[in-house]
């Protein structure tokens, strides 16, 4: 029995479907976090939050590595660590850091730094050749309005170290561009408490269905497990409404965006790591988006899994702990999985959310709304959905239709309007 060392992690999904995996393919796991009550406060049922069920909870300062190092370094011969991993973005650095200081298998810091920071992540892109978008970065308002007199409106503002999309927007205008700079601002601190940089992203507006490539890189070997699409909404925001396994895509464009991402990976230099890779198909061919050197999130593993039997939560695991992961397929009856996401119409208290009972549909898998009470914020981002649907279908294609219909069938009351 392995002993895995989880460092922080999201509260959404993976933070349940993560401890799971762990446990079913027989490994144990620890869990260190420097701040409890996140986790306290953000259970997804009754009871405590699965990740609390570690063998070990640890408190530490997990922003701080001249801390967190040497911390986990006295405790190592003690509790005998065989990986480390995180399913959080902003924890990715440190635990690679912390595999390397201890020896553990891993993925060169160096790289996932590079994969985690935007900036970085395009830079190496350019070098290397691949494709992606025009780019300029700055720290300045008057830098990125330079920029954009460069390269023309319209753009896509992009902070270097947020995710789920926070305060990335479109802009068509040097108002636009000013207003999302200055809203950017008014964030200098990340949720996890940790310093964000200061360097702005600004992009060619890329046109075109975005896909992302689902991938696993052992041992220098990366394997394309395959390509889901994304559906996106909310302009000048973008933000995710659903996802379908496998992509509608012909050979040809299937082919495409899976070698785009596998020179991505390789342009940065992942390895042992699973890896989420976001690629436009533009007019001009596939071009990247970010690559994420860890599992996607928003269950598109639950979709993965439930149409081909691998489950990319326990794949992340075996990575980790140096284990060459089995990704054959099985026939699991399932030909698409879709979910489809319920955003906000707008912002303020919700009085009742109607039409579940449509839910009760047998091709549905998995739902959950938000409940009476629940304050809705913004549409801006993928951190306020009030609800979700998950279904899956014999038929190639045909989940994610199925998954929206049934979404656009519930309405969201509030109490002001009640």
């Given amino acids: 029995m392995s002993h895995l060392l989880l460092v922080e992690s999201w509260v959404g999904a993976m933070s349940t479907l993560l401890p799971r995996a762990i446990h079913e393919e027989g490994h144990r796991f620890s869990f260190v976090t420097r701040d409890l009550q996140h986790y306290l406060r953000s259970a997804p049922g009754p009871g405590p939050h699965p990740l609390l069920g570690a063998d070990n909870v640890l408190t530490c300062e997990t922003n701080d590595l001249d801390v967190l190092l040497p911390h ?4 190592h011969p003690v ?21 390397q200081r201890l020896g553990l298998p891993g993925p060169a810091p160096e790289s996932v730094e590079a994969a985690c920071s935007k900036d970085r992540t395009r830079r190496a892109l350019r070098e290397a050749g691949a494709p992606g978008p025009a780019f300029a970065l700055a720290e300045t308002l ?11 409106f319209p753009l896509v503002l992009k902070p270097v170290d947020l995710c789920a999309g926070m305060f990335v927007r479109k802009v068509e205008s040097e108002a636009e561009l000013r ?11 990340n949720a996890r408490g940790q310093q964000r940089s200061p360097v702005v992203l600004l992009e060619e507006l890329l046109t075109g269905a975005e896909v992302s490539v689902e991938t696993v890189t052992f041992g220098g070997r990366t394997t394309v497990v395959g390509v889901t699409d994304k559906s996106v909404a909310g302009a000048p925001w973008f933000v995710e409404t659903g996802h379908m396994f496998p992509a509608a895509l012909d050979d040809d464009t299937r082919e495409a965006v899976s070698a785009t991402a596998v020179a991505a990976i390789e342009a940065l230099g992942l390895d042992n790591t699973v890896c989420h890779t976001e690629i436009k198909l533009t007019g001009d061919g596939p071009k990247i988006v970010e690559v994420n ?17 691998i489950d990319l939560a326990a794949v992340h695991a075996q990575v980790a702990l140096g284990e ?11 030909a698409s999985a879709a979910i489809s996401f319920l ?19 047998p091709a549905v898998v998995d739902y959950r709304i938000k409940p009476a009470g629940h304050h809705a914020g913004a ?26 219909l049934l979404v656009s069938g519930l309405d969201v009351r509030y109490e002001d309007a009640a």
């Avoid at 480390?84 to 690679?96: E, G, I, N, R, W």
């Avoid at 207003?179 to 601190?189: I, R, Y």
């Fill in 72 to 75: 986990l370094e006295r405790l």
């Fill in 79 to 99: 509790l005998g660590f065989d990986g480390v991993t995180t399913s959080c973005d902003y924890y990715l650095p440190t635990a690679a850091r912390i595999a």
């Fill in 142 to 152: 008057r830098g990125l309005e330079e920029a954009a007199a460069a390269m023309g």
């Fill in 179 to 189: 207003e999302a700079f200055e809203a950017l601002q008014g964030f200098p601190v």
């Fill in 293 to 309: 050197p860890r599992p996607a999130g928003n269950q598109i593993t639950e979709l993965i899994r439930r149409v081909t039997g």
């Fill in 324 to 334: 060459k992961p089995d990704l054959t397929p099985v026939d699991t009856g399932a």
């Fill in 343 to 361: 955003l906000p119409p707008k912002t303020g208290p919700i009085a009742e959310i109607g039409g579940a009972d449509a839910l009760q549909d």
């Fill in 379 to 404: 549409a801006t981002s993928n951190n306020n959905y009030l609800g979700h649907v998950m279904v899956t279908s014999d038929r190639p294609g045909a989940a994610r239709p199925h998954a929206e």
